[in-house]
Nanobody, 127 residues
Framework: QVHLVESGGGLVHSGESLTLSCEVT????????IGWFRQVAGKEREGVAS??????LYAESVEGRFSISRDNEKNTFYLKMNNLMPEDTAVYTC??????????????????????WGQGTQVTVSS
């Protein structure tokens, strides 16, 4: 069974930093595309960061503040979030593409690219 488990969420104040982890079991991550998404109740899920075929992609709202990375030996990947803002408050979910990354780079912030999803971890940023 493939499971993705996020950790590292919590409550922080504006300007603080937080790092999320996504541990993958039942599946060899290798160099499959990975992504982080977030969602607020009543709003559409938003792609935050990804590593696709060759490029790292970031949503404009987080570029320069967030950084995605991976450790394939540990089957784990991360989202480092710096200078957090109240508008970053959301449930953050990690995702993995089951297949090899064959899409063009610009597509890897789209939910439909990914097959395996975690349950999400809450990040709350107070002003």
């Amino acid at each position: 069974q493939v499971h993705l488990v996020e950790s590292g969420g919590g409550l922080v104040h504006s300007g603080e930093s937080l790092t999320l982890s996504c541990e993958v079991t039942g599946f060899t991550l290798d160099w499959r595309a990975i992504g982080w998404f977030r969602q607020v109740a009543g709003k559409e899920r938003e792609g935050v960061a990804s590593i696709g075929k060759r490029k790292r992609l970031y949503a404009e709202s987080v570029e320069g503040r967030f950084s995605i990375s991976r450790d394939n030996e540990k089957n784990t990947f991360y989202l480092k979030m710096n200078n957090l803002m109240p508008e970053d408050t959301a449930v953050y979910t990690c995702a993995v593409d089951r297949d090899e990354a064959v899409y063009t780079d610009d597509l890897y912030l789209r939910s439909m690219v990914y097959n395996y999803w975690g349950q999400g971890t809450q990040v709350t940023v107070s002003s």
